[in-house]
């Protein structure tokens, strides 16, 4: 079965500090990878997603398919980055998403 | 546009009652999807839709039950709440290159 693993519940770094988001997946097939971010009283929206290999407010993410990872950097953090981020798989079989548990980025000024 | 609506957004009920979430879109997608929000435990998927007329059962289904009535709608039925039940649901859609857009949740708080 495939599966999303965020290990950080919480990640709280300085403003300017760089942040590093840890995922990682197990998927037997070609994985689609997503990044979904929940602002505070907003509503989750897409960050970014692999295929698109894209840097969206400044975070990127690459796809290890050896270490079967995907985590989210950003050089350097600012406080409209403290949110809740959530890592998801696309479920071909279902054309649904499987997300992680989620980590919540404080950045504090 | 609205995009994902969804009502109510809060709601308290009693062990035993019955309730309907219901969710619209107006972003013309053919996936619907319910979702329920636990901490700890992110988001995991209830029922989906992949098209009008169509359901399937998602992680944990069980307790619920949907229907996609036309393609705006899609609605989440608790026929027997139970305090397992407590949680945030949201709705969602699938649209262009496979990206979900959420409607703003409905907290539900089962006693």
């Known amino acids: 079965a495939q599966r999303v693993t965020q290990p950080e519940k919480l990640l709280s770094v300085f403003k300017g500090a760089p942040v590093e988001l840890k995922c990682n997946y197990s998927?037997?097939?070609?994985?689609?990878l997503f990044w979904y971010v929940q602002y505070s009283r907003q509503r989750l929206q897409l960050l970014l997603r692999?295929?698109s290999r894209e840097s969206i407010k400044g975070f990127t993410a690459d796809l290890n398919k050896g270490e079967t990872s995907f985590h989210l950097k950003k050089p350097f953090a600012q406080e409209e980055d403290s949110a809740m981020y959530y890592c998801?798989?696309?479920?071909?079989?279902?054309?649904?998403?499987?997300f992680g548990s989620g980590t919540r980025l404080q950045v504090q000024p | 546009n609205a995009g994902v609506t969804q009502t109510p957004k809060f709601q308290v009920l009693k062990t035993g009652q019955s309730m309907t979430l219901q969710c619209a879109q107006d972003m013309n997608h053919n996936s619907m999807y319910w979702y329920r929000q636990d901490p700890g435990m992110g988001l995991r998927l209830i029922y989906y839709s992949a098209s009008e007329g169509t359901t399937d059962k998602g992680e944990v289904p069980n307790g619920y039950n949907v229907s996609r009535l036309n393609k705006r709608e899609f609605s989440l039925r608790l026929e027997s709440a139970a305090p397992s039940q407590t949680s945030v649901y949201f709705c969602a859609t699938q649209g262009w290159q496979e990206t979900q857009y959420f409607g703003p949740g409905t907290r539900l708080l089962v006693l």
């Open positions: 998801a798989l696309k479920d071909t079989g279902r054309r649904a998403l499987t």
């Open positions: 998927y037997s097939g070609s994985p689609e």
């Open positions: 692999h295929i």
